[in-house]
């Protein structure tokens, strides 16, 4: 795992990776990336995509960053696609049994006695990525019918209780695996631009709530 000095974490890029993966995937390959245009604003994690992953992000959150951005690559989009996810389920493995209804073009109407966390700054970031034209938004949940969601979602419930308490931006995206990696970069800067300016806004509007009283 990278290790992060705390004075460099502004926003922390989380990857998510197949247990016994002997190459990098679509996602750290984006976050070295990113890393690498800019090491003063952004870390990045690389996630055991298992029952090991919460405990690695709860360690990164540690830090205190100014906001979270997971990744994990689909199979099944498109090179110019890329979800990002709406809201994480409160689940415990065994999954239910109609956890069916979680998967890809489903929606959560069978499930409404299952707990939700919402992600402000994913409706946020789907309004202005998607009028830029940067991005194709797709609104479905990805797959519960096996426990590789299950522990994307897991983190992601994890990251986004952690953020309301925080008042920090937090968002899962899914990275389509065709393409050039130029132009999966494009929205993705844009996205941390916008984490960025989310994060320096909440801290001002923080300020001025406790100066005032």
Not at 54 to 75: F, I, K, N, T
Not at 79 to 86: A, F, L, N, S
Not at 107 to 124: C, N, Q, V, Y
Request: charged share 25%.
């Amino acid at each position: 795992m990278k290790q992060m000095e705390r004075a460099n974490v502004k926003i922390i890029l989380a990857a998510f990776k197949f247990l016994n993966a002997k190459t990098e995937n679509i996602c750290e390959q984006a976050c070295r990336a990113l890393v690498a245009e800019h090491p003063d604003q952004v870390a990045y994690e690389v996630l055991d995509l298992g029952p090991n992953s919460e405990g690695q992000l709860q360690r990164a959150l540690s830090c205190d960053p100014a906001g979270v951005l997971l990744m994990h690559e689909d199979g099944f989009l498109q090179w110019h696609h890329y979800h990002i996810e709406d809201y994480a389920f409160d689940l415990e493995l065994p999954l239910p049994t109609n956890s069916i209804s979680w998967g890809r073009g489903g929606d959560d109407l069978e499930m409404p006695h299952i707990r939700k966390i919402s992600s402000d700054f994913a409706l946020e970031a789907k309004t202005a990525l998607g009028a830029t034209g940067l991005i194709e938004v797709i609104t479905s949940l990805d797959a519960g019918e096996q426990e590789d969601p299950f522990w994307c979602n897991r983190a992601y419930l994890l990251a986004l209780e952690w953020g309301r308490s925080r008042k920090r931006p937090v968002v899962f995206v899914r990275l389509g695996i065709q393409g050039a990696m130029d132009d999966k970069l494009v929205p993705l800067r844009r996205l941390l631009d916008l984490m960025m300016n989310r994060f320096m806004l909440n801290s001002r509007e923080n300020n001025e709530k406790i100066h005032n009283e």
